[in-house]
């Protein structure tokens, strides 16, 4: 069974960047899609950006679309989150998770999900 840690987060100002890890364990990530989700205080769980398991396909929100870039290291069973120019409302829980389905979904269904990394923006 894959297992996910995910890393990288912490404090920023707004306008800063941060790099979040996602690494598995368990299994290779070769054949899944790989998705990251946020949850802030008090809202539901909202999808953030995710790549094909092929790796040519990525989907953004548009919250983030711009400013966030979705990347796999298949070498390293690693897939990361690039973050520039945060604002404060991308302050959240950040999850990523993997999924066996053949279509690259944004909905919160994916197989396997790690514990989540706290992401605050704040001056």
């Known amino acids: 069974q894959v297992q996910l840690v995910e890393s990288g987060g912490g404090l920023v100002q707004p306008g800063g960047s941060l790099r979040l890890s996602c690494a598995a364990t368990?299994?290779?990530?070769?054949?899944?899609?790989m998705g990251w989700f946020r949850q802030a205080p008090g809202k539901e769980r909202e999808f953030v950006s995710a790549?094909?398991?092929?790796?040519?396909?990525?989907v953004y929100a548009d919250s983030v679309k711009g400013r966030f870039t979705i990347s796999r290291d298949t070498a390293k069973n690693t897939v990361y989150l690039q973050m520039n120019s945060l604002k404060p409302e991308d302050t959240a829980v950040y999850y990523c998770?993997?999924?066996?389905?053949?279509?690259?979904?944004?909905?919160?269904?994916?197989?396997?999900w790690g514990q989540g990394t706290q992401v605050t923006v704040s001056s």
């Open positions: 998770a993997a999924d066996q389905s053949l279509v690259l979904t944004k909905d919160p269904t994916y197989d396997y």
């Open positions: 368990g299994g290779t990530l070769m054949r899944y899609n």
């Open positions: 790549i094909h398991w092929f790796g040519r396909n990525i």
